[in-house]
């Protein structure tokens, strides 16, 4: 039971984080139609930044700046690099965003070079909230879990009862409609897009100091942020969040589970003392498997149901 | 006849080149390079068989070259242990193919079903799942290590041991003439034209009767066999495959060689792969911050020249054709505009290369050799210096872009003018 919990609290705790990034990844596709695969970047600048201004003036400080910062670069990036490769089609943009992704890397590590930083949780959080069944909860993974939840509240009401969201809304569905009615659709999606980056931004500044803060995270992430939009249906603001949630839940799961798969392989006639790969294959289990698991997820779920969890479209 | 010669010229001079480099570049440092170069070539073109001719942008293309690589090494470990029937080293390459190509088969029958993101998705998930699987199944990967055999085995015809590198660079030749040459004429078939058709309309290709994943499936298929084949070849040059072979960051350079080198052309894939090799290969012993510079490359190249440097070049063809004379023209107008971004590019590259010394997480001297001069980081001079280089050179560029484009539409018109007449 200790196990569930702590598996459940911890996944909840990773699936709200991949929110936060499948929030902006998903709202800038429904937007472009493009997939931004420099996205994880954008979280890994947050978690760069956060960690470089909490070291000079503190974390909440960082809270607040970094993800601003991470917003403008965004809008910037949108405005000066990929509406002017717009129009050689989808596969430029992707390719662009790519080259981006790629280019972020290097550049972090000229500035920050190629080790982790030592990015901490801020002292003020250290302390255990509570105990549940024999476990220690620290006060930093709650104020992560509320940061999170609430910006899912805060994102859903603005884009479901403000004017604001409805201009944003109609801009994403018929945006030839809204320019002609007198809106900026432009700004709107340069907005919304340094919006995205920006909450990416904010995954990074929280998930930094706990996923580690270095040069690969961006790579580490960003494929199963894909996974999420993907499964949750690409638009689908619930369904991000019943996709991140899910897939965080899946991978603690996964690992502190351990189920063996022996069982499954000797019905296929595969034991642990045929040697070789054999051997692998019978003594697999899902903690091994556990970082496959999204991928597998993620194909199944293009070749059965290309709409995903809650989307109206195929991808 | 003379048609006949001009397509008989091209193969004569590949032929002659991959006869005779090795002669001009004997050191075993450009012997190696020359493989590798052989190497990409097969690979790149073969993506390109997918991105180019078919329309299909693919991030995993990597599994293919890698996974043939792995059963390649398995099976000259398993020749030296008697383990797997004797198979000459020379002939392995289509061995490699058929992995490349099964594995083609399989995924490409779910991943094919559509092109566009859907594909790229499929694409990236199969590559990732195959890079988390190297780390899993241990006996057959053998993780972050990879796997490693002796390619010296078996009889050895006419004394060839594939012991010395050039016999090995000999092999990657003549199998990079016929890969290249099978690739070639697969985009004059029907098939090639069909998948042409497929990539610029699949709603009328469909219409006209062609299934269109059928077209896209075949293409793939064909271009994991080509990927298998030099995977194979890389297994055999190196005696050692890792997991990265089959990783992003393989199929990130194939991309990037592809695109960079131009999409739309049959020469575009080798210029890139030449190139992005040489440059890799040089490059990443003197600067840290080679890959910066392929980024920024690969940026401008999808921003302002999406056909890629073989685009570039012929985009020249119709003067050639109309009125050579014209190009004369073009002659100073663009040796201003290349010595300006010369300038630039020396500035910013010293910059570049001077923030990652002082960044670097190891202690190291405040002087470093840059451009062949010694030079102290620790001083404010070498900053401003090439601050200011960097300056003049933008400076320049924006003197000379705009010219160069006056001169170049000024051709153009004329060139149209010639056609008129």
Not at chain 1, 48 to 71: C, H, K, M, N, R
Not at chain 1, 234 to 247: H, K, P, Q, R, T
Not at chain 1, 303 to 315: E, N
Not at chain 2, 275 to 304: C, K, N, P, Q, R
Request: with cysteine; glycine share 10%; charged share 10%.
């Amino acid at each position: 039971m200790e196990i569930f919990l702590f598996s459940l609290f911890n996944g909840l705790l990773y699936g709200m984080m991949l929110f936060l990034l499948a929030s902006g990844l998903t709202l800038i596709f429904s937007m472009m139609g493009v997939l931004n695969f420099a996205h994880a970047s954008f979280f890994m600048l947050g978690a760069y930044f956060a960690y470089t201004i909490s070291t000079l003036v503190g974390f909440i400080p960082a809270l607040i700046v970094a993800p601003i910062l991470v917003g403008v670069i965004g809008a910037l990036v949108e405005k000066y690099g990929l509406r002017p490769v717009h129009k050689f089609g989808h596969v430029a943009e992707l390719l662009f965003t790519f080259g981006l992704a790629f280019l972020i890397e290097e550049v972090v590590q000229l500035i920050w070079g190629r080790v982790a930083m030592d990015y901490q949780i801020p002292a003020f959080l250290k302390f255990t909230a509570f105990s549940w069944q024999g476990l220690d909860y620290q006060a930093y993974r709650v104020f992560m879990l509320l940061v999170s939840v609430g910006i899912f509240v805060a994102l859903y009401w603005v884009l479901t009862r403000t004017r604001v969201g409805l201009i944003i809304q109609a801009a994403l569905s018929h945006s030839a409609m809204t320019g002609a009615l007198g809106h900026n659709v432009e700004r709107v999606f340069m907005v919304t897009f340094g919006f995205g980056c920006a909450l990416a931004g904010v995954a990074g500044v929280i998930g930094g100091n706990v996923l580690g803060t270095e040069p690969a995270m961006a790579l580490q992430l960003g494929p199963i942020v894909f996974v999420v939009i993907v499964i949750g249906g690409l638009g689908s603001l619930g369904g991000a969040l019943v996709a991140s949630i899910f897939i965080g839940v899946l991978d603690f799961m996964a690992n502190s589970y351990d189920l063996s798969f022996a069982p499954f392989f000797s019905l296929l006639g595969i034991s642990a003392d045929m040697g070789g790969t054999w051997t692998d294959l019978a003594s697999l289990s899902s903690a091994n498997i556990a970082p496959v698991l999204p991928y597998l997820l993620l194909v199944l779920m293009l070749i059965f149901r290309p709409r995903g969890l809650f989307g109206t479209r195929d991808v | 006849m003379m048609g006949n010669a001009q397509k008989v010229v091209p193969w004569l001079v590949l032929a002659l080149l991959l006869v005779f480099l090795p002669v001009w570049f004997n050191s075993s440092f450009a012997l190696t390079i020359l493989s590798r170069i052989g190497i990409m070539i097969i690979f790149a073109i073969a993506y390109n068989m997918l991105l180019g001719q078919g329309g299909m942008l693919s991030f995993g293309h990597a599994v293919y070259f890698g996974m043939s690589g792995y059963f390649t090494v398995h099976f000259i470990g398993g020749m030296q242990d008697a383990a797997t029937p004797y198979f000459p080293i020379s002939l392995l390459p289509i061995l490699g193919g058929l992995i490349g190509l099964i594995l083609g088969i399989l995924i490409g029958y779910v991943s094919t079903r559509r092109a566009g993101t859907t594909f790229a998705m499929i694409s990236l998930g199969f590559g990732e799942m195959f890079t988390a699987l190297t780390l899993v199944l241990v006996a057959f990967f053998n993780g972050e290590e990879g796997i490693q055999a002796d390619r010296w085995v078996g009889p050895e015809p006419l004394g060839i041991t594939f012991g010395p590198d050039i016999q090995v660079y000999y092999l990657i030749a003549i199998w990079t003439f016929i890969a290249v040459a099978a690739m070639f004429i697969l985009t004059k078939t029907p098939f090639g034209r069909v998948s042409n058709a497929v990539r610029d309309n699949p709603e009328r290709a469909e219409f006209v009767g062609y299934n269109t994943q059928r077209v896209r499936w075949l293409a793939f298929a064909l271009s994991s066999f080509f990927a298998g084949l030099a995977g194979a070849l890389y297994a055999v040059n190196y005696e050692h495959i890792g997991f990265e072979t089959v990783s992003a960051a393989t199929s990130g350079l194939v991309l990037f060689m592809v695109y960079i080198g131009g999409v739309r052309n049959f020469l575009g894939p080798i210029i890139g792969a030449v190139l992005i090799t040489v440059l890799d290969s040089v490059l990443s012993d003197f600067s840290e911050a080679w890959f910066l510079y392929l980024g920024v490359i690969f940026i401008i190249t999808v921003m302002f020249a999406p056909e890629g440097l073989a685009g570039l070049i012929f985009m020249h063809e119709p003067i050639w054709k109309a009125k050579p004379a014209l190009l004369r023209a073009l002659f100073v107008p663009y040796l201003m505009a290349l010595g300006a971004t010369l300038v630039a590019c020396v500035g910013l590259i010293g910059l570049f290369e001077l923030f990652y010394h002082v960044s670097q997480d190891l202690v190291v001297p405040d002087e470093m050799n840059l451009f062949g001069i010694v030079t102290d980081t620790a001083s404010v001079l070498p900053w401003i210096v090439y601050a200011v280089i960097a300056g003049v050179g933008l400076f320049l560029c924006r003197e000379a872009y705009p010219r160069t484009k006056m001169v170049w539409d000024d051709v153009i018109s004329e060139t149209r003018a010639a056609l008129v007449q």
